[in-house]
């Protein structure tokens, strides 16, 4: 299995790359555009972003590690993100990350069976003043409870 860019994400790589005085300085955007793609950063992307960008397949695998932005599996349609981080975790976010686990039915990493929802608990979101918090893709929810995280979790299982 090859993974190639569409014709539309090839253009939106080349005004990325033109951004930069080198090609290898757009590895950041260039990976969110091929997980917008495909959903996941794939072995198959990390070789065709590498060849694009003129960089080995394990420089673009620690960029990928490194940041938990990047799916290395498939994640489901509404990815959450609970940071437990120290502010997070002493305002409740162990509480409120064990609640989404078991109202899901999923573990760290995981995907609920319909690949509606993922799991992933990840260390500060730079939301420290407004304790507990996570992101459901790229929206943050801030200063939650059990009772508002299960509005939102609900808001969103409503919305399929």
Known sequence: MTFKFTVENTKRIE???KKYPHKNAAV??????????DGWISQEVIKEVA????????EILGVVTFYSMYHTKP???YHLQVCTNVSCMLRGAESIYNYIKN???IENGGITEDNI?????????GSCGTAPMFAINEDFFENLSIQKVDEIIESFKNQD
């Open 15 to 17: 005004e990325a790359v």
């Open 28 to 37: 950041m955007p260039v990976l969110y555009i091929a997980q917008e793609q």
């Open 51 to 58: 060849s694009i960008l003129e960089m080995t397949a394990e």
């Open 75 to 77: 994640a489901g349609k």
């Open 103 to 105: 109202k899901l039915n």
């Open 117 to 125: 929802f993922s799991l992933e608990e990840v260390e500060c979101m």
